[in-house]
């Protein structure tokens, strides 16, 4: 009754959901790649960007119960969604690092990753081809978490460009 009433698909909507999650990381990463990251702001954005990611992964799950998607369909979103899970957690690590050369090293590369990170966004939003990741930088050992973002984000960049739905 309710595919009658409500003829929407979730087909039409993971790729909103999704964009939307890759905003709310975007925004986490403005909260903490700043001098004095503050504390609400980040718990702030953090919060919306974990319900930003269950409400994609809800409409996954209701993707793959409405009509199915082929299997590597499905492991472009999974991949997509770990991802930005991952990031997230790199982002969270490093805004307690907050005053070391982690930290540092986050605030002088955001601008980079944050423009990645939005062209992904937008890609999956308008089933776009992103750009390429830029390429991490070789560093010394404490800021090679910053550069590993990187390479989470090419990683997420592939995925989109494997995800057709």
Do not use: W
């Not at 930290?103 to 590369?109: E, F, K, V, Y």
């Amino acid at each position: 009754g309710s595919r009658l009433l409500f003829p929407s698909s979730e087909r039409d909507q993971i790729r909103p959901l999704l964009a939307d999650a890759l905003s709310k990381v975007s925004s986490l990463l403005s909260a903490i790649a700043v001098e004095q990251p503050i504390l609400e702001q980040v718990r702030a954005s953090r919060r919306a960007l974990g319900l930003s990611l269950l409400n994609a992964e809800a409409s996954y799950q209701r993707l793959i119960t409405e009509t199915g998607i082929p299997p590597e369909q499905s492991e472009a979103v999974l991949t997509m969604l770990l991802y930005a899970h991952r990031f997230t957690s790199g982002l969270i690590a490093i805004a307690f690092a907050r005053g070391t050369d982690l930290h540092a090293r986050l605030m002088q590369r955001a601008e980079p990753l944050q423009h990645a990170l939005l062209d992904i966004r937008d890609a999956v939003a308008e089933r776009g081809t992103p750009r390429p990741v830029p390429e991490p930088e070789p560093t010394h050992e404490v800021a090679e978490r910053v550069e590993l973002l990187f390479e989470q984000l090419a990683i997420v960049r592939d995925a989109c460009l494997r995800f057709r739905v």
